[in-house]
């Protein structure tokens, strides 16, 4: 396996399927383009003559739309930024807050990253998504699934405030676990 010896740059971005490891190569002397999705080769260029431009790709399972940008700072420098969904990374994390929740926790020695998609209401695990049964309740939703035997359940309850929206709480065997923060 050749070294990466013009490593640039390196991102870890949080999908519903998992966080996943976006590197990118450079070579600015010979023009090379390479990136890297969790470690496996998704786009190889050689000597390419215009070292500035874009890279377009998919990222995860749910095959997410992604973009490098190749900037010219000053002289031979550059400036990379990643792009998800057409937004900056900055601006699709900080979007991603309000349209998922995330928690994370470990049931019998193994740990599970379980997201919400609150626009949708899928449910994922560990990169899966997960067979789900919704129902109506007094005060809200239940969506009901199951991880290793363990019955899960989100509640959505209203917060009562406008600006906080609905609230949505992970209840596993009848424990709440908080969310995480990624």
């Given at each position: 396996?050749?070294?990466?010896?013009?490593?640039?740059?390196?991102?870890?971005?949080?999908?519903?399927?998992?966080?996943?490891?976006i590197?990118?190569?450079?070579?600015?002397?010979?023009?090379?383009?390479?990136v890297y999705?969790d470690?496996?080769?998704?786009i190889?260029?050689?000597?390419?003559?215009k070292?500035?431009?874009k890279e377009?790709?998919?990222v995860?399972?749910?095959?997410?739309?992604a973009?490098?940008?190749?900037?010219?700072?000053?002289g031979?420098?550059?400036e990379?930024?990643?792009?998800?969904?057409?937004k900056?990374l900055k601006?699709?994390?900080?979007?991603?807050?309000?349209?998922?929740?995330?928690?994370i926790?470990?049931?019998?020695?193994?740990?599970?990253?379980?997201?919400?998609?609150?626009?949708?209401?899928?449910?994922?695990?560990?990169?899966?998504?997960?067979?789900?049964?919704?129902?109506?309740?007094?005060?809200?939703?239940e969506t009901h699934?199951?991880?290793a035997?363990?019955?899960?359940c989100?509640?959505?309850?209203?917060?009562g405030?406008?600006k906080?929206?609905?609230?949505?709480?992970?209840i596993?065997?009848?424990?709440?676990?908080?969310?995480?923060?990624?």
């Amino acid at each position: 396996l050749e070294k990466m010896t013009d490593l640039v740059a390196v991102w870890e971005v949080a999908l519903s399927d998992g966080v996943h490891k976006i590197e990118f190569e450079h070579g600015t002397t010979s023009g090379k383009r390479v990136v890297y999705v969790d470690g496996k080769e998704e786009i190889r260029r050689e000597w390419m003559f215009k070292l500035v431009g874009k890279e377009t790709f998919t990222v995860g399972a749910t095959k997410t739309k992604a973009a490098i940008n190749i900037d010219a700072v000053s002289g031979f420098a550059y400036e990379y930024t990643l792009e998800i969904n057409g937004k900056s990374l900055k601006k699709y994390l900080e979007n991603r807050l309000k349209t998922t929740n995330t928690w994370i926790l470990n049931l019998g020695g193994t740990d599970y990253r379980i997201v919400l998609e609150k626009d949708t209401m899928d449910v994922w695990c560990n990169g899966e998504k997960m067979e789900t049964a919704g129902e109506f309740v007094e005060d809200g939703t239940e969506t009901h699934f199951t991880v290793a035997d363990h019955s899960c359940c989100i509640k959505a309850v209203s917060s009562g405030k406008r600006k906080e929206g609905i609230i949505h709480t992970l209840i596993v065997d009848n424990r709440e676990i908080p969310e995480a923060v990624e």
